[in-house]
Each structure stands twice: as C-alpha cells, then as structure tokens.
C-alpha cells in the first residue's frame, strides 16, 4: 500500500440528532461509529477538517484507516459517509473494524486504461461506457488494493468487457463472480455520428 491513513478520535459520550447537530456547529467535529470485530460499538468524533483533508484522496476510501483514540488505536476502514445534501458537509462517518486474518467485504474503485487507444474508439470510431466503477471484494486486510486496473485495449464496437476477463490482484475475490454474476464492467459502443456516417457511406456505394 502506497500511503498510511492516520485520523484522531475520541469516544462521543452524547449522542442524538441534536447533539450531532451542536457538534458539527459549534465544534467543527463529525460525529462518527465503529462497529464489527468482537467488540461493542464505539461512539466517536472526528475534526471535520481533517476528515475532508484525507476525503480529497481517492485511496481513502479503499484502504487501511488508523484511527488514534486516547491511548489505543483501531485499525478500521471507512464503511459510510453521510453527507449534507446541499453544502460540502460530512454529517456522519461509518467505520468498519479489520482483523489482520479476517476477510473483509469492501468496495474498490476501478481505474480504466487505454480508452483512447483501444481498438474500438480509435479505429472504429466507437466509445466507451463504463457499467459500473467499482467493485466489490473480499480479500484480507493485507491484499487490499486501493483500485483495480481494467484494461480494454483489445475491445472492440459493440463488445463489453465482464469482471470474469479482468485480472483481480492476488488474493481478491469479486463477490459478484463469487455469486455467478458476471457484470459487464466496460462496453464500446458506436457513437451517433459515426452510426449517420456508414449510413451515408453505405447510401453513396448503392447509388454508384
């Protein structure tokens, strides 16, 4: 993993939507949970500021996240973000505890290459559409990736390419797969005036 995820804490002794509301206004803090593992769930805070700061950083949200809390630490990843629906504002955060042997289900972002130099959009004219952009894995703490490679240098118009046919770092399984559903992650497809040119290409050969 290329960088470490560090965030200070502490343990929220009030809860309710009015005392969120008070933290976020008057304290600059999000008020937050971690939960799974075999421990209870823990209420807790965190500066606002330095929440968006690590939010700017894509591999945040697919990656071991050390949360500092008094004198201990949790080894989490964020599970859920609420988020204000009109201001750039964090309302709640959702922590999930990781276990160094225990598989954990998480969604991963998918990073496409070659687009432009695939065979569909660069000799036929065609482009491409991504089906969905992330995925979502198990695998444990140790495999996690911060994103998935898709490479879709060899397809073509009218072809799509399914999570069966990208290659998964080692050590990760797609859920998906692991429940016989074979997405289609990526697909070319002929864009509207290239269509309207072989239709008119095709017009000027039947004339002659």
């Known amino acids: 993993m290329a960088e470490d995820f560090v965030l200070s804490a502490e343990v929220r002794e009030v809860s309710g939507k009015g005392a969120s509301r008070r933290l976020r206004r008057e304290q600059g803090l999000v008020p937050g949970i971690i939960y799974g593992g075999d421990k209870e769930p823990t209420q807790i805070t965190l500066a606002h500021k330095d929440l968006i700061k690590q939010l700017e950083n894509e591999a ?13 630490s949790e080894s989490v990843i964020l599970k859920d973000l609420q988020r204000h629906p009109a201001k750039p504002i964090i309302l709640h955060a959702d922590f999930l ?69 990208i290659t998964l770092p080692e050590g990760v399984s797609s859920v998906d797969l692991a429940h016989d559903h074979d997405l289609a992650i990526a697909t070319i497809s002929k864009t509207r005036g290239a269509s309207s040119s072989d239709e008119d290409g095709e017009a000027a050969a039947t004339e002659e």
């Open 97 to 165: 505890r990781v276990s160094a042997d225990q598989k954990l289900h998480t969604k991963v972002p998918l990073h496409f290459i070659n687009e432009a130099s695939s065979v569909g959009v660069k000799t036929q004219g065609g482009v491409v559409t991504h089906n969905i952009t992330e995925l979502d894995i198990t695998c444990l703490p140790k495999d996690l990736p911060e994103f998935i490679e898709v490479d879709v240098a060899a397809l073509e118009v009218g072809q799509s390419l399914h999570i069966s046919e």
């Open 60 to 72: 945040f949200y697919s990656h071991i996240v050390t949360l500092n809390i008094g004198s201990g």
